[in-house]
């Protein structure tokens, strides 16, 4: 098959290439492409993000509802996020309902949201019980060249932050809008960075030809206080050995510190 | 140079084997100098060859062996067969019909059906395509009576036994054809279903002690106890 | 293949369930919920070949975690179009029985099961000679017939147990088990209030052989300190289960010998 063939000559000179620290766009082994973020582009949504990472496009919506709270967490608001890969963002996307890979992609960066309480689900309660808010996350894939995740979860969070929630008053256990808005009340800001192992190299944000011949991925999201909330390994057939998993902390530290300043100024 | 295990000990996959000048045999692998079992089974150290006699194996076709399979459907340009591989064996047409054999008037079902057994030998195989089997020989061809056995393929050996020495016990013992395909399915065909049953009975007891020593013995007595016990009932 | 039904959640843990309160979890002695220490495994037990169809299979208990996993190849790819030319494909299947957690679980997969089975198959590649068998699949089915907290982990030993089964080649056994944080102390094997109530679960496969973690998630808040003391409890747990399945993989082949006696 031609396509396995290209593969093989791709990955000799990616890795190649990676032997002496260089990739093939020039970059160092943790730098990240070129990012833009435009917050609040969709006005129907209550809140919006575009990001662009390098050629990878991300669009994501927040909009929000009222429900029902789930039964066994009565006070709190409910978080659903949902990935999808849209069909016109690559050629090896199919219509169709979310596979394996958006599944994965929406439920990583729900953890990273989710155990690192970005959001105050509490602050969500109207009537425990009975009623509460619900903040939907959609992701929408633009185009597919690599390090969705990422993305997904910068797009997410300033979406995020972008969201403003009507206000309201409490009538007869139904709600009544009021004038103005007000910010989505948010208590962290989380970040992750997703390694690429191929060959015995670590690198950061994949381009799809590197994602491509990747062996193994590593995502880690972090906190703003530095801890970390969730870690995902997935991406390939091959493996991470323990000393790998220490050094990809170390470097995780640091560059969710330095994304994490870019998402939330923007 | 370190040797981990002692002849026909078990060893599990990822068991280390041996260390430093040995040659991977069946069944393991070799990395970093070290040769580790990739299946369970009886190591076994042959010089420098370090192998093991996996416990259960599935068939792999090799060229030249003999197998039995089950056609599973047929095609303008031949047939599919189940072989018990990994990959589904072919039988071309023209490999059983003569030279001028044209599809649209050659009627392959009538020749083999869905469902059919057949005797084949294992003609090209790598694995990159399907094995390709023929029938052309003598004695090969589809199979009319008897009953199938199935054992796992890496007990052939043992009931084929030195030089045919345990089969050919086993033929005389319960006068019972045997036909023995490689990939782990025989074919008993005896005058009497007893005579079968008595065959059945003999190739299990192989199956079940392979290891074992004497087994030739210990069968031949098997068979004749039990042919007694029913005899004298 | 034994089904043994054992004792129903204790008082102390029903409570904890309802509250929700963390600091239950662990008593001022330092034990568990479910009598452990900190650093013990929950009591295992392990069975292989099983399930007469199949090619391979294997059962496990661990605590109450009740796993079963039938293995079918290498054979023929179906549908044609998820073969692959240079290598066999693992298609991997983890399924909750309804019965097998308190709320009876819709059959349907949800979004949790799609997401572990990628992660149990991406666990379980690197061990296979996958590229020997080019063109077919092998197809690994994990049922998990009564869940209590980390049936993932307890899934990939089952699973590797029922590849070895199948006479599948492979470079080494996949183990896994998970560490995490409850009531503040870092602990080893979490069962499914700890999981629910605690502070951070990561579960881990590895392949002691390679030095290869196969598998590794993390949910909750942890230090990247406290991240790496739980990947090391977990490895400990790792070692002392490998043990258990080199030991179910050799005793079936024991067995054969024992009936031969007869």
Known sequence: MTSSIVVNVKKKRITELLASGKRTDGRGLTDYREIQIESGVIERAEGSARVRLGKTEVLVGVKIATGSPFEDVPDKGVLTVNAELVPLASPSFE?????????????????????????????????????????????????????????????????????????YTVEEGKIVKKPGYTPLPMTDYP????????????????????????????????????????????????????EEIVEATKIATEKTAELRKIVVKS | MPLFYEKKQLVAPGDLLAEGDYVSGDSTYKENGKIYACRLGLVDYDGKRVHVVALKAFYIPVPGDTVIGKVVETMPSGWVIDIKAPHLGRLRASDVVERSFKPE?????????????????????????????????????????????????????????????????????????????????????????????????????????SHTSGLTDKVTEMIRKERNAVESK | MQLKANKKKTKRERETMTNKKTETLIDKKGIRLDGRKVDELRPVKMEVGV??????????????????????????????????????VIQCRYHMAPFSVDERKSPAPSRRDVELSKVIREALEPAVFLEYYPRTSIQVYIEILQADGGTRCAGINTAALALADA???????????????????????????????????????????????????????????????????ALDGCKQLYAVQKEALKSKYVSVEEDKEE
């Open chain 3, 51 to 88: 399930l007469p169809n199949a090619d391979g299979s294997a059962y496990l208990e661990q605590g109450r975690n009740k796993i079963l996993v039938g293995v079918y190849g290498p054979k023929e790819a179906h549908p044609r179009h998820i073969a692959r030319q240079d290598r066999a």
């Open chain 3, 167 to 233: 006479g599948i080649p492979m470079r080494d056994l996949v183990v896994a088990c998970a560490a995490g944080k409850v009531d503040g102390k870092l602990v080893v094997d979490l069962m499914d209030t700890e999981d629910k109530v605690g502070e951070a679960d990561v579960p881990v496969a590895f392949m002691p052989n390679l030095n290869a973690i196969t598998l590794l998630q993390m949910d909750g808040k942890l230090s990247p300190e406290e991240f790496e003391t739980a990947i090391n409890m």
């Open chain 1, 95 to 167: 219509p169709g309902p979310p596979g394996e890979d958006a599944v994965e992609l929406a439920r990583v960066v729900d953890r990273g949201i989710r155990e690192s309480k970005a959001i105050d689900l509490e602050t969500l309660c109207v009537e425990p019980g009975k009623l509460v808010f619900v903040v939907f996350v959609d992701i929408y894939i633009l185009n597919h060249d690599g390090n969705l995740i990422d993305a997904s979860t910068m797009a997410a969070l300033a979406a995020l932050i972008n969201t403003k929630m009507f206000k």
């Open chain 2, 105 to 209: 008037t050659t009627d392959l079902p009538s020749i083999f059906d869905v469902g059919d057994l057949i005797i084949a030998n294992v003609v090209e195989y790598d694995r990159t395509r399907d094995p390709q089997l023929s029938v052309r020989e003598p004695g090969l061809g589809k199979i009319m009576r008897g009953q199938l056995v199935e054992v796992t393929p890496t007990k052939i050996p043992r009931i084929i036994g030195r030089q045919g020495s345990m089969v050919g016990m086993i033929k005389r013992e319960t006068g019972c054809q045997l036909t023995i395909g490689q990939n782990g399915l025989i074919l008993i065909s005896g005058r009497s279903p007893e005579d079968e049953r008595l065959a059945v009975m003999a190739i299990r007891k192989i199956e079940k002690e």
């Open chain 1, 191 to 242: 970040i992750s960075v997703t390694f690429a192992k191929i060959g015995n190299k670590l690198i950061l944000d994949t381009w799809l030809d590197e994602e491509q011949v990747m062996d193994a991925r590593l995502t880690m999201t972090m906190t703003k206080d530095g801890n970390i909330c969730a870690i995902q390994k997935g991406g390939g057939s091959g493996y991470f050995t323990k």
